[in-house]
């Protein structure tokens, strides 16, 4: 009756929604610092174009995302027909491996990743090989090792989550020499907007045109602060785009979320005061932190891993309990640690008080 893979796969399981926490334990107020959302509202612009785009949501949507794949190619000096638009760049990770494995292909991932990765691979019945982190770096060698002849995709997250580190571009570079044009390297770059202003980033839109085998993923769930609209792209070769397009659903991305994503791009000053904000708050973290004695990883993303010794369960149970979700990291095989979105001020400084109470 059932697709048996189905059976080995653990669901993922998200940050607990806010309302959520607050009916079950009876609290006002919550924080939630646990899905790496953007803590700020979307800009006045985002929110005239949605009052706009409601207006005519009993149309369906533009399936080809016509403005919006204008604009960005623009903007990227693409041909439009390297772009592919997804309900989150979540369903990118799902197209791309329906179109790209059958059972018994093998995916190559880090570890520890994000798990859609090895959860979207095992519905499709593909097999997984994990190659472990070096002190949350990727190693880059080991998985050009791993890879064999039933190897169909690699994911790279760019900087990943949750390790929160990037892959500098002479690395990226090397590692993509090494790999056969039949393998496809996915390149998750779902936190690019904190991490590209490192003078080493990789400038993967550039090797796109040397390798027809990188995808790179992008989203507006995490700067861009649309989450909830789900909306992210792709980047790559037009025959590439062309085979991950077979298996789109025909009206996948929503005119809201069209709407929504254009007037982003058209407001970046907006969402550059916005990126800037995050950048003081990571620094916060780290004063705080440091001042508390607490070991934390440092990160070029807007979460931060931070180690809280072997009860970091308990430690995120207890925090719940004081009206705040962050991400017990034991189900990533990180024992020690928890993992905190980067929130507003407000949000941080009682993130702090709240976890010397605790600690
Ligand atoms: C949050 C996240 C995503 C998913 O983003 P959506 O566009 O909201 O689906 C993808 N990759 C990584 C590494 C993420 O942390």
């Not at 796969?9 to 959302?37: C, F, H, M, T």
């Not at 785009?53 to 903007?75: Q, S």
């Not at 990571?282 to 010794?309: A, D, E, H, K």
Request: glycine residues 6%; contains cysteine; hydrophobic residues 40%.
């Amino acid at each position: 009756m059932v697709n048996k893979h189905l059976l080995k796969i653990k669901p993922y399981q998200p940050g607990r929604p806010i309302e959520e926490v607050k009916r079950e334990l009876g609290l006002k107020d919550v924080v939630k610092l646990a899905s790496n959302e953007n803590p700020y509202p979307p800009s006045p612009k985002v929110i005239q174009a949605l009052h706009q785009a409601a207006r005519g949501v009993n149309r369906y949507p533009d399936g080809g995302c016509y403005y919006l794949r204008r604009e960005m190619a623009r903007r990227w000096k693409l041909d439009p027909r390297q772009l592919i638009f997804a309900n989150g760049s979540d369903e990118l990770i799902i197209m791309s491996l329906r179109a790209l494995t059958e059972r018994g292909d093998v995916v190559i991932t880090a570890q520890p990743t994000f798990m859609i990765y090895a959860i979207a691979s095992k519905v499709i019945g593909a097999k997984i090989k994990t190659v472990p982190l070096r002190s949350f770096h990727y190693d880059l060698d080991g998985m050009a090792a791993a890879v064999s002849a039933r190897t169909r995709v690699i994911f790279i997250g760019n900087p990943d989550n949750p390790g929160g580190q990037y892959i500098p571009k002479k690395q990226i570079e090397r590692f993509l020499k090494k790999i056969p044009k039949r393998v496809a390297v996915f390149m998750d770059e779902a936190y690019y907007e904190y991490a590209c202003q490192e003078r080493d980033y990789p400038d993967t839109v550039k090797l796109v045109k040397r390798y027809p085998n990188v995808i790179i993923s992008r989203t507006f769930s995490k700067m861009y602060g649309l989450a909830g609209l789900r909306i992210g792209y792709g980047i790559a070769n037009p025959k590439m785009i062309d085979l991950i397009s077979r298996v789109r659903e025909p009206f996948n991305v929503n005119s809201l979320a069209q709407a929504a994503a254009l007037a982003c791009v058209r407001d970046r000053s907006y969402y550059r005061g916005v990126a800037r904000k995050i950048e003081r708050q990571r620094s916060y973290f780290y004063r705080q932190l440091t001042g508390l004695g607490v070991p934390f990883v440092q990160t070029y993303t807007n979460f931060i891993l931070i180690r809280v010794g072997n009860n970091a369960r308990d430690l995120a149970k207890r925090l719940l309990h004081r009206g705040i979700i962050v991400r017990d990291m034991t189900v990533w095989g990180l024992q020690d640690y928890i993992r905190v979105t980067i929130g507003t001020q407000t949000e941080n400084r009682k993130f702090i008080k709240v976890l010397k109470k605790s600690i």
